[in-house]
């Protein structure tokens, strides 16, 4: 993506237009408003407060910029764990610009990383700096406690108005938004190019591609679903996007939160699961025994039609085979239905950056957040993880593969199916993925698989 794309402020500003699709999801629309009317009142209504706060954290941010004399050590743990290489790399010139400040970088895998995140900070353990996912779970800490109120702070000023809003919890900023990317389907263009095919515009043609793919002897897809969270990656994308805007119901999610809706009610169910095994049955060997850096590596090698992912693996693929990255791979959105008009491209927050309330260093934890907020720690972000960084005029030069995106960035065809799950607390993700295992070998039929979840749902929410 080369830096004639319009700037990342620019997309979230088209997101709050995109998600909610074309004339079909009015529904979509009115929930959108609704939530945007509540958010703009819980912020009226907290002015007086957000006053002192603010004052109360520009002396902060003031303390934060002077420089430290004495040595410390300040805990960063992250669910980056596919980038560590590259985090500590921004680590490191960060404690080169401040050589009093060390940060013990703790980088957990994402299928481990809340559970561990629970436990530390329940047991009276101490994080300085923590990632977090808007929304949910981030709303889940701040209700607990464990995160301090950035709101004010002079650092926050080099992010979008619009970011911001998105993130903030009752109408503050207890987190900092720190990167966002497309969700799609890498596709190598050598095998495309040798068996005529052209970019699918919908889930049949794509599918159609890949038997295609398969009949030459090749692997259609690299699946590495050993690994909770590229499963759950997929399924918590194509269930929620054919909810909301293949069969209009947008509110769906906030529905089954309360109660009010069953996934038996839902037609996307269906449609999710058909996906599921037929993907399941153009995949690579063994892709329930090899994980997320297995599959980078078989695509990688160039034998491999599709791969769906963020850009995390781009740098990889850049190492291990530099032809296939530089003129080897495109991108395309993935298209979750048959239905063109519907299939724009999917672009979602990632990582936002953390305070931990209890911090002995937060003076420290202060300046690497401002760091991480700076055009220079943009940048960094960008070049060492492959991902776009949400800090105004950082660069959006990531790879030649994004360059195929441009269309869908210049002309706001975006959308992000997760803002339909924003106000789900319920790990459906979790029991769908034991539930599919089962039924890709047979041993439960699509109908079960929705009876089971629905089952656990009741027993487990009230």
Not at 401 to 413: E, V
């Amino acid at each position: 993506m080369k830096k004639s794309l319009v700037g990342l402020s620019a997309i979230i500003a088209m997101l709050s237009l995109a998600a909610c699709g074309n004339a079909n999801n009015d529904a979509s629309n009115a929930a959108n408003t609704s939530s945007n009317a509540a958010s703009n009142t819980a912020s009226t209504e907290n002015t007086s407060e957000g006053a002192s706060n603010t004052a109360a954290n520009n002396t902060a941010s003031s303390n934060a910029t002077e420089a430290s004399t004495e040595p410390v050590t300040i805990s960063f743990m992250h669910f980056k764990s596919d980038v560590t290489d590259g985090i500590q790399k921004i680590v490191d010139q960060f404690e080169a610009a401040n050589p009093n400040i060390k940060v013990d970088v703790q980088p957990v895998k994402y299928d481990d990383y809340y559970t561990i995140l629970k436990t530390k900070l329940a047991g009276g353990d101490i994080l300085d700096v923590f990632t977090l996912n808007a929304g949910a779970q981030a709303k889940l800490f701040v209700d607990g406690g464990y995160v301090e109120d950035l709101t004010g702070q002079e650092f926050l000023n080099n992010f979008d108005a619009d970011v911001l809003t998105s993130q903030a919890s009752d109408g503050k900023n207890y987190i900092m938004p720190l990167n966002a990317g497309p969700i799609a389907v890498f596709y190598n263009k050598n095998i495309y190019n040798e068996l005529n095919l052209e970019v699918p515009r919908t889930f049949d043609d794509m599918i159609e591609n890949a038997k295609k793919i398969k009949a030459a002897g090749k692997t259609p897809f690299a699946l590495g679903w050993k690994d909770g969270w590229p499963l759950g990656m997929w399924i918590g994308r194509d269930l929620p996007s054919n909810t909301a805007l293949a069969v209009n119901q947008p509110d769906f999610f906030d529905k089954l939160e309360t109660g009010g809706a069953k996934f038996a009610d839902n037609p996307a169910m269906q449609t999710t699961l058909d996906h599921a095994q037929q993907i399941f049955d153009l995949g690579n060997k063994d892709q329930l025994g090899l994980g997320y850096n297995d599959v980078v590596d078989l695509f990688a090698k160039g034998d491999v039609g599709m791969m769906y992912m963020g850009t995390w693996p781009l740098a990889d693929i850049q190492k291990k085979n530099p032809d296939l990255y530089n003129t080897g791979i495109g991108y395309f959105p993935y298209p979750f239905s048959n239905d063109e008009s519907l299939n724009k491209l999917e672009f979602n927050p990632d990582a936002s950056l953390a305070l931990g309330s209890k911090s002995q260093h937060k003076e420290a934890a202060l300046k690497f957040l401002a760091f991480m907020a700076s055009k220079e720690g943009g940048d960094a972000w960008v070049k060492n993880t492959n991902t776009l960084s949400y800090v105004k005029g950082a660069t959006t030069d990531i790879a030649p593969a994004l360059n195929d995106l441009k269309p869908y960035f210049d002309n706001g065809q975006l959308y992000n199916s997760q803002a339909y799950m924003a106000k789900t607390t319920i790990d459906w993700t979790g029991q769908l993925i034991q539930h599919l295992q089962k039924m890709f070998f047979k041993k439960e039929t699509p109908e079960q698989v929705i009876t089971a979840l629905d089952d656990w749902v009741s027993k487990n929410h009230k």
